[in-house]
């Protein structure tokens, strides 16, 4: 798993509303046995996105909305099988809305 990588929802109970997430965590703490990161969820879906907290990324040609402020630490090993894209092409937006969270601006 690297940063940005987009896998499928590892946990059964919230895949529904949220099929995908997103790994946040820098590739140089790649050695813990966590991985930071925050659910997808489809746009058709989410009506409450705030535009600088939660960017739009498409996935099979479908958008979902990042749910930045439900990030969390989930253990590496849930995620070995291999990503089904990576967002690297929206990392500007993706560390301002983790910035935004963090600090408000």
């Known amino acids: 798993m690297a940063a940005l990588d987009i896998h499928a929802n590892p946990e059964p109970r919230t895949r529904g509303a949220m099929p995908y997430v997103i790994e946040l965590q820098a590739n140089l703490l790649s050695d813990l046995n966590t991985r930071l990161v925050a659910p997808l969820a489809p746009a058709r879906l989410y009506k409450g996105a705030i535009p600088h907290l939660n960017p739009v990324?498409?996935?099979?040609?479908?958008?979902?909305?990042?749910?930045t402020h439900q990030m969390a630490a989930l253990p590496a090993r849930l995620f070995a099988a291999p990503p089904v894209a990576n967002a690297e092409e929206h990392r500007y937006e993706i560390v301002a809305a983790v910035d935004f969270l963090v600090t408000g601006i």
């Open 57 to 67: 990324i498409d996935i099979a040609g479908e958008p979902h909305v990042l749910l």
